[in-house]
């Protein structure tokens, strides 16, 4: 790619994205899951229920859980008895999600460094492709879609949790006013990192709006598409099929 992306407001190279949300991410992976409570006042969770259980993981069903992180949702999956590959390209997200997963006593699930745009894994290899609050980091988004596409089954499904515009109007301002003047201070008190809670609250706002995002799965070969708004649009649940 030579055009440039959106890094939260600005405009950058690719390579220069991909470096900076590393940093990010690498920055905050410790205090990540106690800033998600913080500034979603625990909200966070019940979008978790609720975006697994339109997944629907089965016992014995083979499921990438891209940009999994911390294993928030890898650990909802295999409660119910799916075998989970929990990805992400952040080593040290997916370390702090191992630490977890060994505190609790969470078993069978398998980690791997993997890049959403060129995943190593051999085509047709999923039932079922989970990524959360993940896409809208991903440089090549719609190189990322496509990925999921390939790995995914026939039959297979793609579910897709992420932060979107609500279409309520006052709440919308409302929350608009709060991430941008409140989530960076927070990040800077709890995390000592105002400029990385900064960009995570900008690149919401750069993200696609539902209905766009949605012609982007469609676009990388999915059918029965579907958007599930949460609080007018502020989250929404992206879903599509591989027929």
Partial sequence: M?????????????????????????????????????????????????????????PGEVILDMAGGTGDIAFRMAKRGARVTVSDINPDMLGVGQERAEARGIEGLSWQVENAETLTFADRRFDA??????????????????????????????????????????????????SHRVVPRIGKAVADDEEAYRYLVESIRRFPRMPAFRAMIEDAGFTQTRVEPILGGLVAIHSGWKA
């Fill in 2 to 58: 030579s055009e440039q992306v959106s890094y939260g407001y600005q405009d950058v190279d690719p390579e220069e994205k991909t470096r900076r949300v590393g940093s990010v991410f690498s920055r905050v992976a410790k205090n990540y899951d106690l800033m998600n409570d913080l500034m979603s006042g625990g909200m966070h969770r019940l979008w978790k229920d609720q975006f697994v259980a339109r997944v629907k993981p089965r």
């Fill in 129 to 178: 492709y989970t990524i959360a609050f993940g896409i809208r980091n991903v440089t090549d988004i719609a190189a990322a879609l496509r990925e999921a596409h390939r790995v995914l089954n026939f039959g297979g499904r793609f579910f897709c949790l992420e932060f979107s515009t609500t279409e309520w109007p006052v709440f919308g301002e409302i929350y608009d006013a709060y």
